[in-house]
């Protein structure tokens, strides 16, 4: 069985641009979350989708929005880089239940903002 | 303040060594509580989750929660190089696991 991808797995942009992350859950799972990774802060949870709604949001700025398609595959997208955006951006899907949710999640996109 | 805290480590520990791993927190409406594992270049693992207090056992992972104390703990018996690794503790207030709230990680080192 396939497991979370992710692509692309390492990126660099510049200041200013805008950079779109995609994640591929595995098979039959309907809810995707993403997080962000960084040394000092840890794993912080941007936002969820479940059936190509989003579900719940973190305490990120507008610059970051995501969407979801109708096969479940999700991708982020983040507008007007900062420097501060640099981390690794990770990807988890799992089956929406109360009971046994599981995140499973992909190896990440590193973004590098110079 | 975070709401979850974790002290960083590395922690270095000889093989067949016991390890423990803790996490503190402030928020009183966590209920579920989980333990990753994360190796280098790779996503976390869910290696552990309970609900409320009490203890969970899962061959040499043993997971403890706390909730008067808001502290968690994973320890780990006999303990293998293949452990070395970043350990997650993450939290949650609803069913979903989806929104977790996650520690900054601890590193730990297994000499052989």
């Known amino acids: 069985k396939a497991g979370v991808t992710q692509t692309p797995r390492y990126l660099i942009k510049t200041r200013g641009q805008q950079v779109t992350l995609s994640c591929s859950p595995i098979?039959?799972?309907?809810?995707v979350s993403w997080y962000q990774q960084t040394p000092g802060q840890g794993l912080q949870f941007l936002f969820e989708?479940?059936?190509?709604?989003?579900?719940n949001k973190g305490n990120f700025p507008g610059r970051f929005s995501g969407r979801q398609f109708s096969n479940s595959r999700s991708e982020m997208n983040v507008s007007t880089l900062e420097l501060g955006d640099s981390a690794l951006y990770l990807c988890a899907s799992s089956l929406r239940t109360d009971n046994t949710g599981e995140l499973f999640f992909g190896e990440g996109s590193r973004l590098t903002v110079l | 303040q975070k709401e979850v805290e974790q002290d960083p480590g590395p922690l270095s520990v000889p093989e067949g060594a016991i390890v423990s791993l803790n996490c503190t927190y402030s928020n009183s409406a966590f209920q579920y509580f989980m333990w990753y594992r994360q190796y280098s270049r790779k996503g976390p693992e869910l290696l552990m989750y309970?609900?409320?207090?009490g203890n969970k056992e899962d061959g040499r992972f043993t997971a403890q929660v706390d909730k008067s104390s808001k502290y968690i703990s994973l320890f780990i018996r006999d303990s293998q190089p293949s452990d070395s690794a970043t350990y997650l503790c993450a939290m949650s207030a609803w069913a979903g696991f989806q929104k977790l709230v996650f520690g900054t990680g601890t590193r730990l080192l297994v000499s052989p």
């Open positions: 098979s039959g799972h309907r809810s």
């Open positions: 309970t609900y409320s207090s």
């Open positions: 989708y479940f059936s190509e709604t989003q579900r």
